[in-house]
Every structure is written in structure tokens, then in C-alpha cells.
């Protein structure tokens, strides 16, 4: 174990003169020696490498630039954090505590350092190291050397630097929401609950809030819902514990504070998108598996285009052909299709044939359309798995969304509209880096092109990208409802040049991938 020297550090900053201070540095003091700790400042917000400041103090910590994890370890305990994420989940395996809370803003992951913003992550740095560790006079950051009288409870402060006592909560009451791919309990509470932890066993999940109090006669009476089969609440001393019973379709679970609401949500993931197994496999990180989706299929065709072809027989040939061009140029990738024919494929199956297949990078391929033919609307797309924040991208997901009533179930999707992709996104997490990175391949090379220019890259639900478990993306290639789209899309040469600029896309984001995963 790594103690940290007994010396007072001293952090100096010169006010930002610019949005982004790459070449800007904080001085460390250590009482005889000096560091140089590299800054980010994003708006007003001052950001600092977390890698040298942990460096400097002489702590234990290790970076996973692939899953863009970064783990702090001191004694028992451990800190872990992630880039473009809010989450930090602290763990002590001495009692063995674990909580997951929420910053108010994201950690930034730069290449292989974490910088975290530097007024948020000081009491948590405080309550994690036992001393001192304080913004004052401004911009001068103090880390000293004396045991700070500070409780466990306020590791998981994240509001601001001067709340520094636990405040009694009264649980105010308990509401499921049951959703195709999993059930969200909202814990309703008086005040922000800072302290908790949770643990799993024999399907059974136990959640501990601590410091607060609960009408267990009132909640008690609630009956479970969804994976949820049974609860138990009851007060234990001064902490709150919910016990609760969950069927065998229930995968995993997460804990968070809801922004901007004193209310706790626990997300309690099925089986019936999310795939652990597939998850677990993911701990060979070479880039060796590509799945290409042709849109549609079969009893579905898909968007009609004005001149009348088939949706369905583009997304296929240019599939295809994108398929033979990864195997010419890159024989060490495999290529597997979610349809290789005229065949009508589920969209629940496309993500788990992808997950079976171990695909480090999944792309469906669509066209777009509109509702008025001989429409002016033209050109390239690619989308992310994220809600909606356009009516055109709303609109368009429902389109895409809609070939369910061609399959056997479409229950199965009821209700996995914006509104539930907190359980989806949180899935998706850790790809989105990825996911985001050959987006902008796509939309650079599709860019400026005569026949199908880039309309840019945008996010919505779509429902053929929940559960892969790689990065994915959803493109649509033209809009079979504008003339000339439709012609160029029907042409051999069209569908050729679509195929090359993807795959260029491909190309580009095998090297940028491989790359990544090297760094230390």
C-alpha cells in the first residue's frame, strides 16, 4: 500500500485567458520540489490532470484507455472514475462498501489522462484520502498532511465544497416503472441521499441509505413490479434498508442520484436486451470483427423510393459490397452479416447476432425517406444510439422503429421509447467514445461528395442498436424520396461508391482503434 508523504501541496493557477489552456500548468509544492500538473479549462471551468496529481502524491493508480477507466487505490480503498462520464464508484474492500454517485459534470479523458474539474473532485479527494484537500484563495489548491474529521457519508458529496455535514433524510416513498428492458425504482427522499451502498446475492438485492429514515408501515405496503418480485424496507439504526427479491430475468443493477432532484434511481436491468455473457468477452480488444446490418428484409421492404425500388434491396447490396471490400483489403477482419439475403430478421436478433458474433464494430445500413416524394431533403446520415433531441431524428427513429409490427412480439419494444433509455444509454457508456470517433470518418468522407453529401451525425432510439455491446451506428445513406438520391442509390455505380466511402470510414477507424487500445 501507498501512504501519501507528509507534506502540504500548493497549486497555483493563473487565471484562463483563453476557453482551452493546453499549454497552461499548475505548479505543485511539495516543500522542496516542484511539479507541473498540465490544466484544461472548458468555459470558466478549470480542469487538472488527475494522472499527475496522483503522480506527485505518490498514489497507486492505473488508466484503461480502451474502456476509458481510471482507478485511484489507497489502503483498502478504491476511486473509479471515467472519461466523458459523471459516474464514480467508490469501493472499500476492508467493510465492503460500494457506492455509485454523480458529479455535476463530466470528467474529460485527453489521450491516456483523466482531468477532472477541480472545485467537484476536492471534497471527494478529501473524504477518499483522509486530509485535507481544499480549493482557497481562488485558484490555490491545498492537499496537506492532517486526518480530516470528516464522516464516510461525505465521500459522496457532489454539490459544493462547503456542504460538508450529513443531513437526516425521511424516504418519502417508493415508484416502479416497468420497461421492455428492465424496471427503474425511484427512491423519493426529502434531501439528497449521499451515502449508500448495495450488494447482490441469491437474486436478492440489498440496498443500504444511510442517514435517513423511512415510513416502513407506508412503503412496505408496496407491492414489487417488473424483475422486482418482493420487497422489504426497515430502519436499521440510523441507516435505511431496502431488500429486494428479484425474478430470474434480472442481469445487473445500477445506483444514482437523479440531477437536479433530491430523488435515488436504482435501475434494474432483464435479460431480455442486455447480454452480460457477450459483455464479459469483450476483454480482447482486437479489432477483428466487423457485423454489417442490412436494413429490412423480406416480408419488410422498407422505404419505397420514388422511382419505386425497394429500401430493402439497397441496404443489402450496399452491404454486401461493403462486406467484400473489408474482406479484400483487411483479411485479419471477419465479416459477419446480420442478413446476407432477402430475409426478414427481428430487430431484438440483429443486436444479439452481432453480441454472439463478438463484433467490434456494428453498422446498419438504411436509407431515408420522406413523406412528400420528389422531396428536396438529400443526402448522408449516421446516427448514434442516444434519445432524440430533434423532431426529424424522433420522427425518423419511429419510421425505422415500426417494422415491429412485422414480428411475432412487438410487445417486447413496448414502452423502449426516449424516456427508457437511461437503462440503454448507461449500457452504452463506454463505446459511445468509439461509436462517436467513426461517425465523424463517415461524415468527413461523405462530405461534400456531388452525388450524397453529409447531413452530419445525430443521435435518436433506434431499436435494431439496443443491446449491441460494441460501438454502433446507424446510417442512412439517402432518401429514396428525393430524385436524384433515388437514382444514384439504384445505379451499381451509386451503391459502389456508398460501399467505398464506408468502408473508408472502416479503415480509417481500424488504425484509430488499434492505436487507442496500445496506449498505456
Known amino acids: 500500500m501507498i501512504e501519501i508523504k507528509k507534506y502540504i501541496l500548493v497549486l497555483f493557477l493563473v487565471l484562463p485567458l483563453f476557453t482551452q489552456a493546453q499549454n497552461k500548468q499548475i505548479e505543485l509544492h511539495n516543500g522542496k520540489d516542484v511539479f507541473y500538473i498540465p490544466v484544461y479549462e472548458k468555459k470558466d471551468a478549470v480542469y487538472f490532470s488527475l494522472n499527475h496529481f496522483c503522480q506527485s502524491t505518490l498514489l497507486n493508480y492505473s488508466v484503461d484507455t480502451v474502456l476509458r477507466k481510471f482507478i485511484i487505490r489507497y489502503n483498502d480503498k478504491s476511486l473509479t472514475l471515467a472519461g466523458n462520464n459523471h459516474y464514480i464508484i467508490y469501493q472499500n474492500k476492508a467493510n465492503g462498501d460500494f457506492n455509485m454517485f454523480q458529479l455535476p459534470v463530466s ?11 477541480s472545485k467537484y473532485i476536492t471534497p471527494i479527494l478529501s473524504a477518499f484520502l483522509e486530509r485535507e484537500v481544499e480549493l482557497r484563495e481562488g485558484l490555490k489548491l491545498f492537499v496537506e498532511n492532517v486526518k480530516v474529521e470528516t464522516k464516510k457519508d461525505d465521500l459522496v458529496k457532489t454539490d459544493s465544497v462547503e456542504n460538508k455535514k450529513p443531513i437526516g433524510f425521511d424516504i418519502t416513498g417508493l415508484l416502479f416503472d416497468v420497461k421492455v428492458n428492465g424496471t427503474l425504482l425511484k427512491i423519493k427522499a426529502k434531501n439528497k441521499i449521499k451515502s449508500y451502498s448495495s450488494s447482490v446475492k441469491d437474486n436478492q438485492l440489498t440496498i443500504v441509505l444511510r442517514n435517513v ?15 422486482v418480485k418482493s420487497l422489504t424496507v426497515k430502519n436499521v439504526g440510523t441507516n435505511v434498508e431496502i431488500k429486494l427479491n428479484l425474478s430470474k430475468d434480472f442481469t445487473r443493477h445500477e445506483l444514482l442520484n437523479i440531477s437536479g432532484s433530491n430523488d435515488m434511481l436504482v435501475t434494474l436491468h432483464n435479460n431480455k436486451f442486455d447480454t452480460p455473457a457477450a459483455l464479459e468477452k469483450k476483454n480482447k480488444w482486437i479489432f477483428d470483427a466487423v457485423v454489417i446490418d442490412a436494413g429490412h428484409g423480406g416480408k419488410d421492404a422498407g422505404a419505397i423510393g420514388i422511382n419505386g425500388v425497394k429500401e430493402k434491396d439497397i441496404n443489402l447490396d450496399v452491404a454486401l459490397r461493403l462486406g467484400e471490400l473489408i ?36 453498422i446498419s445500413i438504411h436509407c431515408n425517406s420522406t413523406a412528400d416524394k420528389n422531396s428536396s431533403a438529400t443526402g448522408f446520415e449516421v446516427y448514434l444510439l442516444r434519445p432524440g433531441r430533434t423532431s426529424e431524428a424522433i420522427k425518423i427513429a419511429e419510421r425505422e422503429n415500426s417494422v415491429i409490427q412485422y414480428e411475432d412480439d412487438p410487445n417486447r419494444y413496448k414502452k423502449l421509447n426516449d424516456e427508457n433509455f437511461i437503462l ?12 462517436e470517433k467513426f461517425s465523424g470518418f463517415l461524415h468527413n468522407n461523405f462530405l461534400g461528395q456531388n452525388n450524397l453529401t453529409s447531413r452530419g451525425v445525430k443521435q435518436a432510439g433506434f431499436y435494431v442498436l439496443v443491446g449491441t455491446s460494441m460501438p454502433s451506428v446507424l446510417i442512412e445513406t439517402g432518401f429514396l424520396s428525393n430524385k436524384q438520391d433515388a437514382e444514384y442509390l439504384s445505379s451499381k455505380k451509386g451503391r459502389q461508391k456508398t460501399a467505398e466511402l464506408i468502408f473508408q470510414g472502416v479503415k480509417e477507424f481500424k488504425s484509430y482503434y488499434e492505436e487507442e487500445i496500445t496506449k498505456e
Open 327 to 362: 474482406k479484400q483489403n483487411m483479411p485479419d477482419v471477419k465479416v459477419h452479416y446480420t442478413r446476407d439475403d432477402d430475409n426478414f430478421v427481428e430487430l431484438y436478433k440483429r443486436g444479439k447476432i452481432a453480441n454472439e458474433k463478438d463484433g467490434k464494430l456494428f
Open 424 to 435: 440503454v444509454s448507461m449500457a452504452h457508456a463506454s463505446y459511445m467514445k468509439y461509436a
Open 107 to 117: 470528467n474529460l479523458m485527453m489521450g491516456k489522462n483523466l482531468y477532472v474539474h
Open 213 to 227: 429514515t423511512a415510513d416502513i408501515d407506508k412503503i412496505n405496503k408496496i407491492t414489487g413490479k417488473g424483475v
